[in-house]
């Protein structure tokens, strides 16, 4: 079942068979919150014109919770998306901080000792 979905949802063939996984997931859980409703199962397989969603997501339903968790999905491409959530956090933190350094940089240009009035400085 995990082979068609891979197939499904257009992964290249030259990806890893678990960066595939990786990748179908993102697709199918459209919610990004790292939990599949069956819902959300049923939508993005019939999408992917991939047929038997009820029996698949019993299939990776392991704790009968109702949803499918990506370590109950595939627990090798778990560790991928997370830690490539982890980067993206930190790309962003650190666009954060930047931002702030430069607005705090603005923000400590003293125009008036420039000689020049808002009007004529240049951003």
Same mark, same amino acid.
């Given at each position: 079942?995990?082979?068609?979905?891979v197939?499904?949802?257009g992964? &290249?063939?030259?990806?890893?068979?678990? /960066?595939?996984?990786?990748?179908?997931?993102?697709?199918?859980?459209?919610?990004?919150?790292? /939990?599949? $409703?069956k819902?959300?199962?049923?939508?993005?397989? %019939?999408? *992917?014109? !991939?047929?038997?969603?009820?029996q698949?997501? %019993?299939?990776?339903?392991?704790?009968?919770?109702?949803?499918i968790t990506?370590?109950?999905?595939? &627990?090798?491409?778990? !560790?991928?998306?997370?830690?490539?959530?982890e980067?993206?956090?930190?790309?962003?933190? $650190?666009?954060?901080? *930047?931002?702030?350094?430069m607005?705090?940089?603005?923000?400590s240009?003293?125009? $008036? /000792?420039?000689?020049?009035?808002r $009007?004529?400085?240049?951003?």
């Amino acid at each position: 079942m995990k082979d068609r979905l891979v197939g499904a949802f257009g992964a &290249p063939a030259h990806f890893h068979r678990i /960066k595939s996984l990786a990748l179908a997931w993102r697709v199918i859980d459209a919610s990004g919150d790292n /939990k599949v $409703s069956k819902a959300e199962w049923g939508m993005a397989l %019939r999408k *992917a014109g !991939v047929n038997g969603a009820n029996q698949a997501f %019993r299939e990776f339903d392991l704790g009968r919770r109702g949803i499918i968790t990506l370590d109950d999905f595939d &627990p090798e491409a778990a !560790v991928i998306v997370r830690k490539e959530q982890e980067l993206e956090e930190e790309r962003r933190q $650190s666009a954060i901080k *930047a931002t702030e350094k430069m607005l705090q940089f603005r923000a400590s240009l003293d125009v $008036s /000792k420039m000689g020049k009035d808002r $009007s004529q400085v240049t951003t």
